[in-house]
């Protein structure tokens, strides 16, 4: 089975808020209310699509997902790198189980 290795940024020149906004669209966010008492998650684009996020900036995904997940990138006028790669046994295995 063969996954892309995705490698992105957003531009220096993106203002501070259009950056929070790509974070929390794509990674989701962690909320809470009322001092602490409610909590609850915001799901975001990749919530739907199993990946490895490795670091920042650097996800694998299988290879049916890297056409959805480069697109809603150049969204946000994000620099890309994309490369097909060799999953491993074990990229495998968590790829298949989200």
């Given amino acids: 089975m063969e996954g ?51 670091i920042r900036g650097v996800i694998i995904v299988s290879e049916k997902y890297t056409k959805r997940i480069v697109s809603f990138l150049r969204e946000y006028n994000a620099e890309i790198y994309d490369r097909r790669i060799v999953l491993t046994f074990q990229d495998k295995r968590l790829l298949s189980k989200r």
């Fill in 4 to 54: 892309n290795i995705i490698i992105f940024r957003i531009l220096r020149n993106t203002s501070l808020k259009r950056t929070n906004q790509f974070c929390k669209k794509f990674y989701g966010q962690n909320t809470s209310t009322n001092k602490g008492k409610y909590k609850y998650r915001r799901k975001g684009f990749l919530d739907e699509i199993p990946h490895i996020r490795l």
